[in-house]
């Protein structure tokens, strides 16, 4: 929910960045950028459109009595503090993916 365009603009990243690896158009070069753009951005990407069962449609109840349910859901959580864990992926490393340094900000420092 709300990262399909992060996850189109780092993947156009990654496959750009992977693809300039390559110093030919010689087909397996290219086939070779593309994997380790696939292996690359494949957890990023497994992570991100993992949702529990009856996400987002548990969020959109369509009668008053679901609209209530939800909303001492939400304020449950939020009082309890379950909210920071939630949004955190219950996880207490934060480094994580990171998105690969291609080093294009020094080659652009270099050419002005």
Do not use: C
Not at 43 to 48: G, H, M, S, W, Y
Request: proline share 5%; charged share 20%; aromatic share 10%.
């Amino acid at each position: 929910m709300g990262m399909g365009t992060s996850m189109a603009m780092i993947g156009a990243y990654m496959v750009a960045g992977e693809l300039a690896k390559a110093r030919t158009n010689d087909k397996a070069e290219i086939s070779a950028a593309l994997k380790r753009y696939e292996d690359g951005f494949k957890p990023f990407v497994r992570k991100n459109q993992w949702r529990p069962p009856g996400v987002p449609q548990i969020m959109n109840p369509q009668t008053k009595w679901g609209v209530t349910i939800l909303h001492n859901v939400l304020w449950f959580v939020h009082r309890s503090g379950l909210s920071k864990w939630i949004l955190s992926d219950g996880q207490s490393n934060k480094e994580g993916w990171k998105i690969p340094d291609y080093g294009w900000s020094a080659a652009r420092e270099s050419k002005q």
